[in-house]
């Protein structure tokens, strides 16, 4: 926590609000429903069933004994799953003041939902875009909302090839490639893409709001940097990443989901002259492959016809 413990410190109350976060049993989506918490947000944990839900939601209340937590379930790579929580919580509140689209996988190997997407694509963009057009009418409802994804530093790497049409289409299981879980191949260019996709979503969000006139509501997009989290416990990274602290990997986020300065159509996360990996949230300045037109309307076109849902803004 080099840096977490000065940085929360200037993070503002948000007692009445509520927050929907996808991905909180563990790691940075733990620590921001912790932090979002003792600030006096009420938390809405969006998670796969599992004992794991059960446990985090244990420690959540010892930690926080005032907080306000409710867990929704919700399974990223089953669209069905997706829809019966935004139902949920559209039974519960008329309101929502923040989607933090946390949730993500990283180097699975080349296999299919059962709606036929690349695991990894569903999982960290597609599903969080379904969630995003079943819950915009909560957010737009909001004084003032915000629609936070959370995407990587591996969006660099596609930087030769800009968004890939097949990423989004039902060609999960034929996309090549199962090599070792290392840096490099197949496995780490398909969770390039869709962390690039979120990226592009929240670049392509930010338009759409803004030309319908919806100021209010603001859409941001973070990265964590290289933060030590589950996310790498099936990979042998062996001495190649020097990780900075989960809590440190937050910044970012809670930057975009909070910060006082936080302005749409921006993307938060460590970005300083020596490293892109670890230090502070600042602004990072869009890269010409994030911001693409042609990417922008690509993905919305294929996000919709994969999810079957349309984003209206």
């Known amino acids: 926590m080099k840096l977490f413990n000065e940085f929360k410190k200037d993070l503002p109350s948000v007692k009445g609000k509520v927050f929907a976060i996808t991905g909180t049993t563990s790691g940075t989506g733990f620590i921001v429903a912790k932090t979002v918490a003792e600030l006096g947000g009420e938390v809405l944990l969006l998670n796969r069933p599992s004992p794991r839900v059960d446990a985090a939601m244990e420690k959540l209340r010892t930690e926080v004994p005032n907080g306000k937590f409710i867990n929704v379930a919700c399974d990223l790579q089953d669209f069905g799953s997706v829809r019966s929580a935004a139902a949920d919580i559209a039974s519960r509140y008329d309101v929502l003041d923040c989607l933090a689209n946390n949730a993500g996988i990283m180097m699975w190997p080349d296999t299919a939902t059962k709606g036929g997407y690349d695991v990894q694509m569903q999982t960290n963009h597609l599903s969080h875009f379904l969630l995003t057009a079943l819950l915009f009418p909560l957010l737009r409802a909001a004084p003032e909302a915000r629609i936070v994804q959370h995407s990587s530093v591996a969006r660099y790497s596609t930087a030769n090839q800009g968004l890939e049409r097949k990423y989004f289409e039902q060609c999960g299981g034929n996309l090549g490639g199962d090599e070792p879980a290392g840096m490099q191949g197949p ?36 990265h964590p940097g290289v933060s030590k989290t589950n996310l790498f416990d099936h990979m042998d990274v062996g001495g190649s990443l020097t990780f900075q602290s989960p809590e440190d990997g937050t910044m970012g986020l809670l930057t975009c989901m909070v910060g006082q300065k936080a302005e749409s159509g921006t993307l938060y996360g460590p970005n300083s002259p020596e490293s892109s990996w670890a230090g502070p949230a600042v602004e990072n300045p869009p890269k010409p492959y994030e911001i693409d037109l042609k990417a922008k309307e690509m993905l919305w076109t294929l996000s919709e016809a994969a999810t079957g849902e349309t984003l209206k803004v």
């Open 187 to 222: 496995s780490m260019h398909r969770y390039a893409q869709t962390k690039l996709a979120n990226a592009v979503f929240g670049y392509a969000l930010h338009d759409k709001c803004q030309a319908a006139g919806l100021t209010h509501i603001r859409s941001v997009i973070a």
